[in-house]
């Protein structure tokens, strides 16, 4: 067992930001900008968060790429050309290095420190910072940029370590790559990530087996370059849609028709605005075609029967198709993906559907994996299997608040928490895209400059006035957490069995874990609770 390492002599500074993703690199600039003292610490070798990390192929943005940038600097904005209207990794990292370049970002951080120890010292009203890297920092500030599909999730397949083949999540992805070329490859999991996954490695595999447990809804992303005059006309308005971000529920700008009920309409005129939206450049317009869509049952098996069909319209074989229709969760309940021909690719000759839900996964062996049913010789295998989402990121940290009471102890049960931002008992300790925030839900970039600005403000406010902590108190943390509960009760969102909830962890408790009320709703809350002087909250000098 190797040594661990020596912890250098303790630093001290005003705010620590672990994670360099993009709320973590803004986290950085902004309280840098605010006059304090900023140190950060990324476990990669480089910037960019979950873009650093996940370069699997196919890996894209969901979000067109002139929405999905920072705001915050005008000349930034106008300076940035994005090549395609969905941006790939490559180009989103090389947009996280040109800013942390472009605004000096790197000296404030330590790279390859993966924190593994947050305990808060009562007597000094400050954060023992520490990462296995040796680094021994205090701070009167922790901002936890730490996003929150950071967590990989491995399953824990018997016979792991017999299997002779390579073995990849897709969240640790080689940066020199994979070679695939004429390999008997399988994809484990067909969520978002597996959807981008599976149609890029379709098309050099020799073999490829899908196993799918839960199918996917996903549309078309209908990627293209960046039209100039497209690009010309968002730069010349950036600062009206910044603001009209700002007050939508999902933080863009959708300019589209809403069309009421899916009742409102003939059985015609439905096929005809759906067919219009998955022509359209954006899937997300389904989120908005209709108000009832997320809300009602019988209206979103409207829409996912007619979703059905084009599956079954697109799939040539009528016993894939079947097991690529959803049925067993709503429309929109799981994240609803983008995709660049997944469903056609089950048409290619190289490609077989292995549906593991009735046909278990049962272990890896040497030559590959084995299910309940059949055995399945590999050279490679690809886990899309995501990420212990929203807390288990948080978890890992190993923070310690008042009273010596651990994070992961206080969530036991429930991930309680006052507004996404804090949780009572951890004094000084923000959230960035936590438990209780809109999170992936809104587009994450305009919402977590949004947090990471109200978290500034308040520090901000501490400091010119002498106070030394800010916690919540563990009723204001009860009541947000049942309106977070009663908000996801209005909508079909609980329905489905998601990690959204926490249920593709075993033994994770489940509870809905978003703010489904909206961006523009959830902003709203927490410029009126700083407005009546940080009502919720306890600030101390």
Known sequence: MSAAPERSPVAEVDVVVVGAGFSGLYAVHRMRRAGFEVVCFEVGEGVGGTWHWNRYPGARVDIE??????GFDEELQQDWSWPELFSPQADIEAYLNHVADRFDLRRSIRFGARVDS?????????????????HAVTAKYVIAATGPLDATNVPPFPGMDTFRGELHHTSKWPREGVDLRGKRVGVVGTGSTGVQ???????VAGHLHVFQ??????????NRALDPAYEREWKENYAERRAMMRHHP???VLPMTQHGSVFDHTPEERVAILEQAWRSRSGLLFFFLFNDVLTDIRANEVVAEWFRGKIREIVQDPDVAELLCPTTYPLGAKRLSIDSGYY?????????????????????????LRTRGAEYDLDVLILATGFDAMTGSLLRLDVVGTGGVALRDKWADVPWNYLGLMVSGFPNLFLVHGPGSPSVLAQMVTQGEYQVDWIADLITRMEAEGL????????????????????????LFPLADSWQKGANIEGKPQSYMIWV????????????????????FVLKP
């Open 250 to 252: 999902n933080a863009l």
């Open 517 to 536: 009320g909206g961006f523009s709703v959830f902003a709203d809350r927490c410029d009126e609770v700083a407005a009546a002087g940080y009502d919720g």
């Open 118 to 134: 947050v305990v808060f010292d009562e007597a000094e009203h400050r954060w023992r910072v520490a990462t296995e890297a040796g």
């Open 344 to 368: 056609d690719t089950f048409n290619r000759d190289n490609v077989t559907l292995v549906d593991v839900r009735s046909d278990p996964i049962v272990e890896l062996t040497a030559t590959g």
């Open 213 to 222: 447990r839960t199918p996917a809804y996903t549309v078309p992303a209908h």
């Open 197 to 203: 996954v599976v149609p890029e490695v379709a098309k």
């Open 65 to 70: 790429s002139v929405q999905y940038s920072y």
């Open 468 to 491: 030394e902590t800010v916690d919540t108190t563990p009723d204001a943390e009860r009541s947000w957490c049942a309106e977070v509960t009663e908000r996801a009760n209005q909508t």
